[in-house]
């Protein structure tokens, strides 16, 4: 008898998705953070060297 509402939860539980949902925008957002680090990073010493080149030529 009380074998019958926890199997009915389990698979209630198991047939639920929208965990799923929240877990694939964690992992889409973590992609999209991981380039802007990696674009930052890359494009972070050129500026500066652009800047220092544009100051250079002021002086």
């Known amino acids: ?3 019958d509402p926890l199997i009915r939860q389990l698979r209630r539980f198991v047939r639920n998705e ?3 949902t929240a877990i694939e925008y964690a992992i ?3 992609g999209i953070a ?3 680090v ?5 494009l972070g010493g050129k500026v500066t060297d652009l ?3 544009v100051k250079t030529a002021f002086n």
């Open 1 to 3: 008898m009380r074998r």
């Open 38 to 42: 990696a674009a930052i990073a890359t």
């Open 34 to 36: 991981a380039v802007l």
């Open 51 to 53: 800047f220092t080149a």
């Open 18 to 20: 929208s965990g799923a």
């Open 28 to 30: 889409i957002a973590t």
